[in-house]
Protein backbone atom coordinates (compact mmCIF):
# COMPACT_ATOMS: atom_id res chain seq x y z
CA UNK A 1 0.00 0.00 0.00
CA UNK A 2 2.75 2.55 0.86
CA UNK A 3 4.67 1.71 -2.09
CA UNK A 4 1.37 2.28 -4.24
CA UNK A 5 0.52 5.64 -2.44
CA UNK A 6 4.30 6.95 -3.03
CA UNK A 7 4.06 6.21 -6.54
CA UNK A 8 0.83 7.75 -6.88
CA UNK A 9 2.12 10.81 -5.46
CA UNK A 10 5.18 10.96 -7.61
CA UNK A 11 2.79 10.53 -10.85
CA UNK A 12 0.40 13.67 -9.47
CA UNK A 13 3.93 15.61 -9.67
CA UNK A 14 6.18 14.08 -12.61
CA UNK A 15 4.94 12.46 -15.80
CA UNK A 16 7.45 9.96 -15.98
CA UNK A 17 8.18 7.12 -13.36
CA UNK A 18 11.24 6.75 -11.30
CA UNK A 19 12.01 3.67 -12.56
CA UNK A 20 12.36 5.07 -15.69
CA UNK A 21 15.28 6.60 -14.76
CA UNK A 22 16.89 3.76 -12.42
CA UNK A 23 20.51 3.43 -14.60
CA UNK A 24 20.12 6.22 -16.63
CA UNK A 25 21.83 8.97 -14.75
CA UNK A 26 25.32 9.38 -15.03
CA UNK A 27 27.53 11.28 -12.47
CA UNK A 28 28.64 14.19 -14.57
CA UNK A 29 30.15 17.51 -13.47
CA UNK A 30 27.91 20.40 -14.63
CA UNK A 31 29.67 23.80 -14.91
CA UNK A 32 28.94 27.55 -16.09
CA UNK A 33 30.29 28.09 -19.35
CA UNK A 34 32.72 30.72 -19.93
CA UNK A 35 34.24 32.47 -23.10
CA UNK A 36 37.46 29.51 -22.54
CA UNK A 37 34.66 26.72 -23.46
CA UNK A 38 33.63 28.52 -26.73
CA UNK A 39 36.08 26.02 -28.87
CA UNK A 40 34.26 23.04 -26.86
CA UNK A 41 30.91 23.90 -27.55
CA UNK A 42 31.53 24.64 -31.38
CA UNK A 43 33.29 21.62 -31.61
CA UNK A 44 30.33 19.23 -30.00
CA UNK A 45 27.84 21.64 -32.12
CA UNK A 46 29.88 20.57 -35.31
CA UNK A 47 29.83 16.81 -34.15
CA UNK A 48 26.28 17.07 -34.01
CA UNK A 49 25.83 18.42 -37.31
CA UNK A 50 25.61 14.87 -39.13
CA UNK A 51 22.70 13.54 -36.41
CA UNK A 52 20.79 16.68 -37.84
CA UNK A 53 21.36 19.88 -35.52
CA UNK A 54 21.00 22.49 -38.77
CA UNK A 55 24.50 23.90 -39.39
CA UNK A 56 22.83 27.22 -40.46
CA UNK A 57 22.19 27.63 -36.95
CA UNK A 58 26.05 27.49 -35.60
CA UNK A 59 26.40 31.12 -35.90
CA UNK A 60 23.49 32.00 -33.83
CA UNK A 61 24.58 29.53 -31.68
CA UNK A 62 28.09 30.88 -31.25
CA UNK A 63 26.55 34.31 -31.09
CA UNK A 64 24.70 33.06 -27.93
CA UNK A 65 27.55 31.57 -26.41
CA UNK A 66 29.66 35.18 -27.22
CA UNK A 67 27.21 37.84 -25.66
CA UNK A 68 25.77 35.09 -22.66
CA UNK A 69 22.27 36.07 -24.24
CA UNK A 70 21.94 32.21 -23.12
CA UNK A 71 23.02 30.54 -19.42
CA UNK A 72 24.89 27.76 -21.24
CA UNK A 73 25.94 24.50 -19.09
CA UNK A 74 28.74 22.18 -19.68
CA UNK A 75 28.69 18.20 -18.17
CA UNK A 76 31.96 16.82 -18.51
CA UNK A 77 32.98 13.26 -17.46
CA UNK A 78 36.46 11.94 -16.86
CA UNK A 79 37.03 12.19 -20.57
CA UNK A 80 35.95 15.33 -21.20
CA UNK A 81 32.84 17.14 -22.58
CA UNK A 82 30.12 14.93 -23.08
CA UNK A 83 27.27 17.30 -23.30
CA UNK A 84 25.73 20.81 -23.20
CA UNK A 85 22.35 22.42 -22.64
CA UNK A 86 21.26 26.19 -22.28
CA UNK A 87 18.49 28.36 -20.35
CA UNK A 88 16.84 30.98 -21.43
CA UNK A 89 13.41 32.83 -20.63
CA UNK A 90 11.22 33.31 -22.98
CA UNK A 91 8.77 36.55 -24.31
CA UNK A 92 6.09 34.81 -22.58
CA UNK A 93 5.37 35.23 -18.96
CA UNK A 94 6.46 32.35 -16.87
CA UNK A 95 8.33 29.98 -19.61
CA UNK A 96 11.32 28.84 -19.83
CA UNK A 97 13.54 27.27 -22.76
CA UNK A 98 16.14 24.37 -22.56
CA UNK A 99 18.02 25.50 -25.64
CA UNK A 100 20.97 23.46 -27.82
CA UNK A 101 20.84 20.18 -25.85
CA UNK A 102 23.89 18.28 -27.16
CA UNK A 103 25.30 15.15 -26.16
CA UNK A 104 28.82 13.73 -27.58
CA UNK A 105 27.43 11.63 -30.54
CA UNK A 106 29.55 8.25 -29.46
CA UNK A 107 28.07 8.83 -25.97
CA UNK A 108 24.33 8.52 -27.64
CA UNK A 109 21.75 6.44 -25.38
CA UNK A 110 23.98 6.25 -22.49
CA UNK A 111 21.68 8.34 -19.96
CA UNK A 112 24.01 11.65 -20.78
CA UNK A 113 20.59 13.02 -22.38
CA UNK A 114 18.53 12.24 -18.64
CA UNK A 115 21.37 13.87 -17.00
CA UNK A 116 20.90 16.77 -19.00
CA UNK A 117 17.41 16.99 -18.84
CA UNK A 118 17.10 16.50 -14.90
CA UNK A 119 20.06 19.19 -14.39
CA UNK A 120 18.16 21.52 -16.77
CA UNK A 121 15.53 21.48 -14.26
CA UNK A 122 17.16 20.97 -11.47
CA UNK A 123 18.85 24.40 -12.30
CA UNK A 124 15.09 26.38 -12.31
CA UNK A 125 15.32 29.32 -9.80
CA UNK A 126 13.96 28.09 -5.81
CA UNK A 127 10.37 29.26 -4.84
CA UNK A 128 9.38 30.28 -8.44
CA UNK A 129 5.58 29.96 -9.25
CA UNK A 130 4.87 27.09 -11.62
CA UNK A 131 6.40 27.62 -14.71
CA UNK A 132 6.17 26.00 -18.70
CA UNK A 133 9.93 24.58 -19.49
CA UNK A 134 9.35 24.87 -23.69
CA UNK A 135 11.88 23.05 -26.07
CA UNK A 136 12.41 22.97 -29.84
CA UNK A 137 13.50 20.02 -30.71
CA UNK A 138 14.59 17.94 -33.51
CA UNK A 139 12.07 15.62 -35.35
CA UNK A 140 14.41 13.02 -33.94
CA UNK A 141 14.62 13.87 -30.46
CA UNK A 142 10.87 14.71 -30.30
CA UNK A 143 10.26 11.08 -28.57
CA UNK A 144 12.92 11.49 -25.91
CA UNK A 145 11.09 14.63 -24.57
CA UNK A 146 7.71 13.43 -24.92
CA UNK A 147 9.14 10.57 -22.35
CA UNK A 148 9.48 13.37 -19.82
CA UNK A 149 6.20 14.25 -20.18
CA UNK A 150 6.31 16.98 -22.73
CA UNK A 151 3.85 17.55 -25.38
CA UNK A 152 3.82 18.45 -28.50
CA UNK A 153 2.37 22.09 -29.06
CA UNK A 154 3.07 23.15 -32.11
CA UNK A 155 6.17 24.36 -34.51
CA UNK A 156 8.93 26.62 -34.64
CA UNK A 157 10.82 28.34 -37.75
CA UNK A 158 14.43 27.68 -38.17
CA UNK A 159 16.61 30.67 -40.08
CA UNK A 160 17.15 27.70 -42.47
CA UNK A 161 13.29 27.57 -42.80
CA UNK A 162 12.63 24.14 -41.44
CA UNK A 163 10.20 23.84 -38.97
CA UNK A 164 11.03 21.86 -35.59
CA UNK A 165 8.15 20.50 -33.63
CA UNK A 166 7.78 22.64 -29.86
CA UNK A 167 7.46 20.62 -27.04
CA UNK A 168 6.34 21.85 -23.73
CA UNK A 169 6.38 20.75 -20.08
CA UNK A 170 4.26 22.21 -17.23
CA UNK A 171 2.90 23.36 -14.70
CA UNK A 172 6.43 22.74 -12.90
CA UNK A 173 7.12 23.46 -9.87
CA UNK A 174 10.31 24.82 -7.17
CA UNK A 175 9.53 21.23 -5.58
CA UNK A 176 10.41 19.54 -9.35
CA UNK A 177 13.32 21.45 -9.70
CA UNK A 178 14.69 20.26 -6.03
CA UNK A 179 13.80 16.94 -6.20
CA UNK A 180 15.55 16.66 -9.77
CA UNK A 181 18.90 18.08 -8.10
CA UNK A 182 18.66 15.38 -4.92
CA UNK A 183 18.26 13.04 -7.75
CA UNK A 184 20.86 13.95 -9.36
CA UNK A 185 23.67 14.28 -5.99
CA UNK A 186 22.69 10.35 -5.17
CA UNK A 187 24.15 9.08 -9.15
CA UNK A 188 26.95 11.64 -8.12
CA UNK A 189 26.45 14.31 -10.40
CA UNK A 190 27.73 17.84 -9.51
CA UNK A 191 25.38 21.27 -10.15
CA UNK A 192 26.13 24.96 -9.22
CA UNK A 193 23.57 26.43 -6.93
CA UNK A 194 20.21 27.58 -8.95
CA UNK A 195 20.92 30.98 -8.09
CA UNK A 196 22.22 31.79 -11.66
CA UNK A 197 21.09 34.40 -13.46
CA UNK A 198 19.19 33.03 -16.24
CA UNK A 199 18.85 35.65 -19.97
CA UNK A 200 15.66 36.52 -20.98
CA UNK A 201 14.95 36.29 -24.68
CA UNK A 202 15.15 39.40 -26.17
CA UNK A 203 13.16 40.43 -29.65
CA UNK A 204 14.70 42.75 -32.68
CA UNK A 205 12.44 45.99 -32.63
CA UNK A 206 10.22 44.55 -35.48
CA UNK A 207 9.24 41.52 -33.86
CA UNK A 208 8.97 43.25 -30.96
CA UNK A 209 6.35 45.62 -32.63
CA UNK A 210 4.75 42.93 -33.68
CA UNK A 211 4.53 41.30 -30.82
CA UNK A 212 3.26 44.05 -28.66
CA UNK A 213 1.59 46.61 -30.81
CA UNK A 214 1.16 48.81 -27.29
CA UNK A 215 4.69 49.11 -27.36
CA UNK A 216 5.22 50.27 -30.63
Request: glycine share 8%.
Amino acid sequence: MRAFLNKFLWRLRYPWLPTWLQGRIRALRFTVYTPERLADCLELYDRNAVHGVPSAHREHYERSLRDRSILTLLAEDDTGVVGTFGLQYGFQPHVIWICYVFVEPEQHRRGIGVTLMLAALGLLPRGHRPMTVAVSALPTALRFYERFGFRRAGETPFDDGEMHPLAMLGPVTSAVGDDCREILRGAGATLPEPTLAIPTAQLPPAEMAAAFPEAA
